[in-house]
């Protein structure tokens, strides 16, 4: 009974991603392919800060939600470690507005300084 919960969970969690995955092209999971101009969608809980400092304070949080975080890559800063993951630290344009998880709703074409892990996959990518 508990393997059948378990992959009963796991197919809740990971089936909406996987179906997601299917339906929008460009998917990049690989983010070495990722360049200053780059576009695409991030989904998950992402820190956005307002200043290009890696140790200033964390303006926003992602939701993770359908929509995503739609942006365009301005600065490919460094590679680093956070959390205990590996990533790297992008300075991105919100190319589409969105919901916060304050309840605040930001406007496309605001700057943010990111962390985006290596696991997280990408979505819409266009070079």
Known sequence: MKKFLLLLLSNFIFLPLFLYSQTHENTLTNHSQIKELSSFMIMGEIDLRAEKDYSSQVNYRTLNHEGGMKVRVLEILKDDVQNNEAGKWLYVLLT??????????????????????DDIPIFDFEE
Do not use: A, H
Not at 101 to 108: D, F, N, P, Q, T
């Open 96 to 117: 589409s507005p969105m919901w916060v998880e304050s309840g605040e709703w930001i406007e496309k074409y605001q700057k943010f300084l990111i962390f985006l892990p």
